[in-house]
């Protein structure tokens, strides 16, 4: 038999690692040495899948990619009861040779939900007479599956805006899924405006990612008293 696990790689490094969860529902796909396909599986809620009854052959398993997710690093240690034996390009293992009476429960794979930057920008005051000041709140937060690093925040129309107010709660440099990190610029703006914010980075597989949002202000006249 042939057979293991299919799990979230939640740091993206090819390894599992303690505390990692399964990924019930993958569609694992088996092949014979003449590339034919000849017994599918779907993993169960431990991640687990098993292709059992096999006779002594080669045989090559293939890992479908579960909506959202991707592939993680392959074949990371020379251990491979715990990195990940799926071609990050395939989804497949290659030839694993079977033996009489083997039961091989070592070929495994490991996906990632990629990280997603989100921004919130707010300006306050939202109306204001020519030359006043504005001070412009971005909110990031991550929407995604990993850590984002090499946050970068700019402003279309506001500069400079502000090095890191508060947010990192570990202080690893890192945008965290339950992190809300806080930046700020000021400007004055002399007639109706609207700037758009963007808040950039990689996430900890190097997938680059983006999010912008927009604020408008608007400029009145001055109240005259008579």
Sequence with gaps: SLGDRVWQDLNANGIQD????????VTVELYNSANVKIDTKITNGSGIYSFT???PGQY???FVQPTGYRPTLQNQLSNDAVD???STSTGRTGLI???SGQNDITWDAGFYLPGAINVVKTANPT????????????????????PVQNVTVTDDKCSPVSARISGDSNSDNRLDLSESWLYRCSTTLTQTTTNTVTAAGTD???NPVSDTDK???????PRINV
């Design 97 to 99: 040779t079977l033996i």
């Design 84 to 86: 990940s034996d799926a």
């Design 60 to 62: 090559d398993v293939k």
């Design 215 to 221: 604020a408008v202000v608007t400029v009145v006249a």
């Design 18 to 25: 303690s505390g990692e969860p399964n990924i019930s529902g």
């Design 204 to 206: 900890l597989a190097a």
């Design 127 to 146: 109306t204001i007479v020519s030359g006043q000041l504005v001070t412009y709140t971005y909110v990031i937060t991550n929407g995604g599956g990993l």
């Design 53 to 55: 009854g096999l006779t």
